[in-house]
């Protein structure tokens, strides 16, 4: 997309506004005021009560309706996680190939298609969201912000005399600034220099933070982001920072090597006892599978080796004793030997 669009999307989101045309006419529909948002619980409320007694089934009850329609089940939601986290092990092999175009694009390719996955396993649960109570309150709340903050060119309220409520929101849906499209204004100009100056005062958007629209805030976050990135004792090269998928590699690789460290220094901290500290093996109580993995990667890969051996041969044998661990008798077999070769000396001297 050519800069024109980013700048009318930037300048968008200064307005607090979105523009639309339908034909002649001209709408804008406007962030709505707190005091808007505050009401609008009311219309969800009244909405809820009327399909809940009118036999309308709230959502959890639509569960049980999903499976057994082969709509969704809880191993789509599995599946899900699975392919979230080989997209971000794909990102990571983005940042570290970012040089080898070829391999780079293979990968980006494949990102776009297990993502295509992802959100179709991601959204499965939702499919009759719009059935339930929730869903028809939902909706109802958004037509009737839709209908308080939809003008004219004149600064009146549309009648909705030639469009219907449902088909400006329909379009104001369509509408919506992706977060990649964000990414792209918050770390170019014009937008960059606007925020360098304009964070220092405290004021970029005319208005105190908590009136912002939630263009506004989105794009103060990403903005953020690239602040910290950039500002980053190891901040990567520009080319890696305007490549979404390679700087979400870099960043993923960023927030493990913090993780590592200080998963380390609470290990160390509870190793300061002198009982233990000159021990060969200490074992630490995780609170969870991911505080679990996080402790076994701190292990060197000849200690992972020990575990993943340790693991077969319980696996195969059912149950071990630690004396009886092929690592343990050999250790205790070379301690042995050094042992005799020290008295053997001893004696000779």
Not at 306 to 319: D, F, H
């Amino acid at each position: 997309m050519d800069e024109i669009f980013y700048e009318k999307l930037l300048y968008r989101i200064l307005q607090g506004r979105l523009r639309i045309r339908f034909g002649d006419l001209v709408l804008y529909i406007y962030e709505p005021s707190k005091d808007l948002i505050e009401e609008s619980f009311d219309v969800y409320d009244d909405a809820y009560h009327k399909a809940y007694f009118g036999g309308v089934p709230i959502k959890s009850e639509l569960m049980q309706t999903l499976i057994d329609n082969n709509l969704w089940s809880p191993l789509d939601d599995r599946e899900a996680d699975k392919l979230e986290k080989e997209i971000e092990e794909l990102k990571v092999d983005a940042y570290k190939n970012f040089y080898d175009k070829r391999y780079l694009n293979t990968i980006k390719i494949n990102i776009a298609r297990i993502n295509k996955s992802y959100i179709k396993y991601k959204t499965k649960k939702m499919a009759l969201d719009h059935t339930s109570c929730e869903g028809v309150a939902n909706f109802s709340r958004c037509l009737w912000l839709i209908s308080k903050t939809t003008f004219t060119q004149d600064k009146n309220l549309y009648d909705w005399s030639e469009y219907t409520l449902s088909s400006v929101m329909e379009t104001y849906n369509e509408e919506q600034i992706t977060s990649a499209q964000f990414r792209k204004i918050a770390r170019t100009d014009p937008w960059r220099s606007m925020w360098n100056t304009g964070k220092k005062q405290s004021n970029l958007f005319g208005r105190p933070s908590f009136e912002l629209t939630k263009d506004q805030l989105s794009l103060s976050s990403f903005s953020t982001l690239y602040d910290n990135v950039y500002e980053s004792h190891d901040c990567p090269h520009d080319k890696v920072i305007e490549d979404d998928d390679c700087l979400d590699g870099w960043l993923i690789t960023q927030k493990r090597e913090s993780d590592k460290n200080r998963t380390q220094k609470e290990v160390d901290a509870l190793t300061k006892n002198s009982k233990i500290a000159n021990s060969q093996e200490v074992f630490v109580m995780a609170r969870n599978e991911e505080a679990a993995q996080e402790i076994y990667n701190l292990n060197n890969p000849m200690a992972r080796n020990v575990i993943k051996q340790r693991n077969e041969q319980i696996k195969n044998e059912g149950s071990v004793k630690f004396t009886e661990l092929a690592d343990v008798k050999q250790d205790i077999a070379i301690q042995s030997h050094q042992q005799a070769f020290s008295n053997i000396k001893g004696k000779v001297r």
